[in-house]
């Protein structure tokens, strides 16, 4: 009430004061469903691209992003041209796709990993991101994607390198779009996965889990045909490797920018011929096995990422800083 | 009134008591005394580094998993390719020096950063000690650290891959192994020193030091291949010209692609980078030492 009686003019109130109309707006408590999950994952991904990226400028940004991918293909082209002379083409684009791909899966697995890390060990922010309304998943998956994009950008970069500068032969009007699209949905589903997986077990242990996201890619990356092909493998190898989404990721990528480049998974000796009859997998193979081992490592890193959730709620990890 | 004289206690009378005239006098060290405290100082920077290797058993692991695993991807590609057998040699002992490679980047280099953000770098430089001290006690604990991990790669890799070695010159070769862990424990030490000025950016800084160093290094291949980008790096990189003078010597005789010095001149590179580094290691931490004085700086964390 003012002095004189009167009710008090209403607060404006798209903030955090009553509705216009005075009463109990119940969406508030309840959340906005869509709108809420859609504004948290947006923040988080702006959140994360900040964190990213503003440290420097970003032309240096920019360096520093492409620098690791580009170097690690160009060891891969060294060792191939030592050995070959350049008298193997169908291999550098091997080598060349393998290890931009591969830039990646690695910011898609540590992305997640160390967004927990990150807040909770080093800017120990991680209870109040928990607490806050924003759904938590989202708000990593934000994160994750962000740190994709930083790998997105290399990986494109180290593949135009690839093209013009290290002599890829590559036809743009051979690519396979339809496959290409499929392969980069599901793949990209499934790398989140791992990273969320990763990011479970990275919420219950202690200090030192940094590497974990790496260990864990470097075990991938020998076993899913990256840059050579899964035949040299021992067979149980070649067999777990073809149980992991990223082996089919890659060969499909591979198949759509290069339909006649070399298979990581087929050829003579490999295990995939020797129980198909097939050379190598045909397109639609790859599609139906990536959205099925995709399909079980989700399964898998959702149920794991709830149990996981559920303990650290039950000991109060997320208050914990281990100190490393 | 009557001064109460305590005994000193057995091996510690340099420190317990001094009569003294005044401050300024107790400020006086000898030339004993500061030599027995910088060797404290090395001791007891390398202690958590030694001991840690046993405590934390997660380290062991992955510090030998991860060269092994990325040793391991480069076996395969040459495989994949037919390449002779001394090439897989050349993958196992360049993997072996990763370890000490990443040990001089994340430990030393980034280790004064990484102190400033716990808030101890403020300690180091208001304690009786030679900064300096603190960076070769980092160094010896690094070194033994590495070493386990460098040997367990090798041995485990060789062993798995068939890895047959030809020495002739061991001494030689024994000699240009601890020059290049001189030489890249300096440039750790004078990488601490800049690392922690460049502050937020010493972290990316330390992911970039990792795949393109190995590219241009010749990791896991012949670095003649490199041209002048090969000579570039033999005349900078410790570990570039140690790897090549150590691939030499360990497998002579095999079919090498001409283009570098000989293990005799590389391991005189070495010498030459061990003096350098270690004077500009000196003269960095000074600079460092007066910008952070005359700033402020030491206790601003995160920046």
Known sequence: ?324 | MTTVRTKPLPGRNAFVYRPTASPQAAAQWTPRQVAMTNLRTVIGRAYPRVTGMFREKSWVFFEILLPFLATSAFVFVYRALQAPPQYVGFVVLGGAMTAFWLNVIWMMAQQLWWEKSQGNLELYFAAPMNIMAVLFGMAFGGFVMSTTRAAAVLIISSTLYGVSFSIDQWALLIGVFFLTLAALYGLGMMLASLFLMWGREAWHLTQLLVEPVYFVSGLNFPIARLGVLGSVAISILPLAVGLDAMRQLAFAGAAYPIGTPPPAIEAAILVGMVVVFLVLSRWCLAVLERRARREGALSVRWQ
Do not use: H
Not at chain 1, 312 to 319: E, I, P, S, T, V
């Open chain 1, 1 to 324: 009430m003012t002095a004189d009686g009167s009710p008090a003019a209403a607060p404006a109130l798209d903030g955090l004061g009553s509705p216009r109309w005075g009463g109990f707006d119940p969406a508030r408590t309840r959340g906005r469903g869509w709108t809420d999950l859609r504004r948290s994952f947006a923040v988080a991904v702006r959140l994360g691209w900040q964190m990213e990226a503003n440290w420097t400028d970003p032309f240096l940004f920019f360096i520093y992003s492409v620098a690791k991918p580009l170097a690690s293909a160009l060891i891969l082209v060294v060792m191939l041209d030592v050995i070959s002379g350049g008298a193997k083409p169908e291999y550098r684009a091997f080598v060349v796709v393998g290890s931009a791909l591969w830039a990646f899966v690695l910011s898609g697995v540590s992305g997640l990993a160390w967004m927990i890390l990150d807040d909770r060990e080093r800017y120990r922010m991680l209870k109040y991101v928990y607490v806050s309304p924003s759904e938590f998943l989202v708000v990593m998956l934000g994160r994750g994607v962000a740190r994709i994009g930083v790998g997105a950008m290399g990986a494109a970069i180290t593949l135009a390198i690839g093209v013009v500068v290290l002599g890829v032969p590559f036809a743009p009007g051979r690519i396979d779009l339809p496959l290409l699209v499929v392969v980069m949905v599901l793949g990209v589903a499934a790398i989140l996965s791992i990273g969320l997986l990763l990011a479970a077990i990275c919420m219950q242990t202690r200090q030192e889990s940094w590497s974990y996201p790496e260990a864990a890619a470097g075990a991938l990356f020998l076993i899913s045909g990256v840059v050579f092909p899964l035949t040299v493998l021992p067979g149980p190898i070649q067999a777990i490797g073809l149980a992991t989404p990223l082996t089919w990721w890659v060969e499909g990528v591979r198949r759509s920018l290069f339909p006649d480049g070399v298979s990581s998974i087929g050829g003579p000796a490999s295990l995939f011929t020797q129980v198909t009859a097939v050379a190598a997998p045909t397109p639609a193979q790859i599609m139906v096995a990536l959205l099925v081992t995709g399909a079980v490592a989700t399964l898998a890193a959702a149920a794991v990422f709830r149990a996981s959730d559920r303990r650290a709620k039950d000991r109060g990890l997320f208050d914990q800083t281990t100190g490393s």
